[in-house]
Structure formats: C-alpha cells, structure tokens
C-alpha cells in the first residue's frame, strides 16, 4: 500500500515562495508516476502538476513558470517549488500517485492520495 505525507504548506504574502514535500512510502516499483492537485473551499480538486517515471512533467496553465514539480528517488520524496504566489494559489495541496506511467491531470488518473497541506497567500 503506498502512503502518501505531505508537509511544507504553511501562510505567505502575495509574490512569496514555498516549497511542498510529499513523502512517499509503501510502493513496489519504480515505475510510479506523481502529481500535486490543490483544492480550494467551493471549488473542485484542480490539478497543479505531474511527474511521470522518466522524469516528464507537466503543469496545469495557471502555475507555468511559477511552479517547478521534481522527485528525489533516493529519498523517496516528491516536491513542489512555488514561486510568485498569488492569493488565488490558496488551497489545500495533496499529493498523488499512480503506478505506471501518467501525467494525467485528473484526479481519476490516481490511486492513491495524501493527507493534504494547506498553502495560504494573503495580498
């Protein structure tokens, strides 16, 4: 079963930066594809980026060249470098994780999720 911990969220002013960890666990194969989805209240999980078993990403339209997805194998650990925070970044982040390979950015494309970390960005 792989698990998912996610950590790193926390509250920033509007052009600020924060970096999301996401410590994986449990899986039996490298051949594991990864993503970050955000939710904010009211509105329906959206997600943010991917990372597929070669290395390959994606990213949604609204966080290109602000936020940079990259996995650490030897540590097991997903991250999300986000820059150039707006107030409408503030949601909850979850990690996600599938085996094989996707860099599908729909939830359905995922099997197995984190607890979520909350990001807030006040202007």
């Known amino acids: 079963q792989v698990q998912l911990v996610e950590s790193g969220g926390g509250s920033v002013q509007a052009g600020g930066s924060l970096r999301l960890s996401c410590a994986a666990s449990?899986?039996?194969?490298?051949?594991?594809?990864m993503a970050w989805f955000r939710q904010a209240p009211g509105k329906e999980r959206e997600g943010v980026a991917s990372?597929?078993?070669?290395?390959?990403?994606s990213y949604a339209d609204s966080v290109k060249s602000r936020f940079t997805i990259s996995k650490d194998n030897a540590k097991n650990t997903l991250y999300l470098q986000m820059n150039s925070l707006k107030p409408e970044d503030t949601a909850m982040y979850y990690c996600?994780?599938?085996?094989?390979?996707?860099?599908?950015?729909?939830?359905?494309?995922?099997?197995?999720w984190g607890q979520g970390t909350q990001v807030i960005v006040s202007s």
């Open positions: 996600a994780a599938t085996y094989g390979r996707s860099l599908l950015l729909i939830s359905s494309a995922y099997n197995y």
């Open positions: 449990g899986y039996t194969s490298v051949s594991i594809s």
């Open positions: 990372i597929d078993n070669y290395g390959r990403t």
